[in-house]
């Protein structure tokens, strides 16, 4: 390519080289319209004509115009000029984490930190479709203040779900962003190091191929070293199939639950896998939130969160006499507003499947070796439905009430016992005191839920609850403390199938399937 700086394409002034990729050239340029900086992304000349890498850059384009999130570098235009194709896109500052990688691993915090941001960047893609396809150290940039940004979609694929609910191909004949040979099974496009074992047979993926190479991210910020390091490329393939990571090259201090995080990430079957980049997320929070000593305890009843806000109520009257009119009237919003949001009916119903990852709570034998959840079972069941589907993965110490809420589930479906404390002190008494707490805290949430949306529907199930009358009084219960809660709940007893409850059973499958749809009128 003939040099390019100082030259004006379009209304683009170019200015220094930034970098260079599989997918063109990154330049830096001012914007002489707007009077900014930004990042020119333009095809090298030799293959201006290359039908392929032209569909590629039109399909980064329209892929990232759908993505709107504070972790992913934002597209301002794709232009042509004097034969030049390029994408204007927001100018990252910063160093890219292959970068700060270079003078060795990260602090556990930090690492977790970033990787966090960058679960939000994936599932924010994934909700609308898109998978990135080429996650990897050098397609992030950390800024300055560390804020992260997700780079280059151009190996991004929008998928779509076939009737059995497996990710198909778009069909290359009805998208105008798609031309034959692109990005169908056999073809292998993306970073040998951080491709899932499907994407390196050349198979067709969906979004648990992000979650393979979140996991070698993740990997790789924590020991320095990538995933599977290998001399060629082939060798890299090699391991990626057939061998497993180096566990013991985590530091020592680094959490249990990031190396149940890392294990499940690097399932090499694809259905041992996290299902959602959401669940990656949650693990890292409730990480970064025990480190930390966070831990947020919800009124038992209604009256008590009445009662709170009354409180609030009269220290906004004392900051009247405080601070001006205009000033106190706004802190006398805020000070005195309940957990409500302005909520109104979902197009789509919104399902949030919770339970906890512990075997105990887990009721398939498999799924429980799997390190699975109900929930993950549950989402099998669902995915024929027309929902959108979250799962949250909770504990004893979950304190994500007000994540819940912002997602506006039109109905909500947990396990009973999901809040419950595992510790063993061989005390049947002490016990009983965990479980009823654990009873309490799952009330308690309900009826948060159910006053900050009058929406909300709620199915609890057990195996606990096959007498009728046990499953009348603890809804009476519930709704009692929480008269928000009236006529919302749905419990529900999971039969046994021969020795054992599980949802793998085609009749309970079908079952609770029915109820849900029952609940949600989609029949």
């Given amino acids: 390519m003939r040099s390019m700086i100082g030259k004006t394409i379009s209304h683009y002034k170019i200015l220094e080289k930034l970098g260079e990729g599989g997918m063109g050239v990154v330049f830096r340029a001012q914007d002489t319209k707007l009077e900014r900086e930004v990042a020119i992304k333009v095809l090298p000349e030799e293959f201006a004509k290359d039908l392929d890498r032209l569909a590629r850059l039109e399909r980064e384009a329209k892929l990232l ?26 100018l990252v500052e910063g160093e890219t984490l292959a970068e700060q990688l270079s003078s060795g691993p990260l602090k556990s915090q930090e690492a977790l930190e970033i990787c966090r941001q960058i679960a939000e960047a994936l599932e924010s893609a994934h909700e609308r479709g898109i998978i990135h396809r080429d996650l990897k150290p050098s397609n992030v940039k950390v800024t300055p203040d560390g804020k992260v940004k997700v780079l280059d979609f151009g190996l991004a694929k929008a998928f779509e779900l076939a009737d059995s609910g497996e990710a198909v191909d778009v069909d290359p004949f009805k998208s105008p962003t798609l031309t034959v040979g692109i990005s169908r099974p056999g073809v292998i496009l993306g970073t040998a190091a951080y491709m899932s074992p499907e994407q390196a047979r050349g198979k067709t ?49 680094t959490p249990p639950s990031v190396h149940r995080l890392l294990r499940r990430c690097l399932e090499k079957d694809p259905r041992r896998r996290f299902h959602d980049i959401a669940d990656a997320r949650i693990e890292i929070e409730e990480t970064l939130s025990e480190t930390t000593g966070r831990l947020q305890v919800l009124p038992e009843t209604e009256t008590e969160i009445r009662a709170i806000k009354g409180r609030r109520l009269i220290f906004s009257y004392v900051l009247l006499a405080i601070v001006s009119a205009v000033a106190s009237g706004a802190f006398v919003w805020f000070l005195t507003r309940s957990p409500e949001i302005s909520v109104k009916p979902n197009v789509t119903p919104v399902i949030v499947l919770m339970d906890s990852p512990h075997p105990d709570r887990v009721y398939d034998p498999e799924t429980r070796k799997n390190r699975g959840t109900n929930a993950d079972d549950l989402t099998d069941i669902v995915r024929d439905l027309p929902v959108v589907t979250h799962k949250e993965t909770v504990s004893s110490t979950w304190h994500r009430e007000n994540q819940v809420l912002k997602q506006r589930p039109d109905l909500i479906v947990i396990h009973r016992s999901c809040f419950y404390d595992d510790t063993n002190l061989n005390d049947s008494d002490f016990a009983s005191h965990l479980y009823t707490l654990a009873d309490s805290k799952l ?13 909300t529907k709620f199915l609890v199930y057990t195996r606990g609850f096959r007498v009728e009358l046990n499953r009348l009084r603890w809804t009476s219960e519930a709704e009692r403390r929480f008269p928000s809660l009236k006529g919302r709940i749905t419990a529900w007893h999971v039969p046994r199938s021969g020795e054992y409850a599980t949802f793998r059973d085609p009749n309970t499958a079908s079952a609770i399937k029915n109820l849900i749809k029952s609940v949600l009128n989609l029949e």
């Fill in 65 to 90: 115009a759908s993505l709107n999130h504070s972790n992913i570098a934002t597209i301002y235009g794709l232009e042509e000029s004097e034969g030049e194709h390029f994408l204007a896109l927001e």
């Fill in 443 to 455: 009330i308690a949430f309900l009826g948060y839920i159910a006053i900050g949306n009058p929406y």
């Fill in 205 to 253: 993926l969906d979004k648990r191929t992000d979650i393979w190479s979140f996991g070698c991210v993740l990997f790789e910020i924590l020991t320095g070293r990538q995933t599977f390091e290998r001399k060629t490329t082939s060798d890299i393939i090699a391991a990626i199939l057939e061998h497993e990571p180096d566990w013991d090259a985590l530091p020592g201090k």
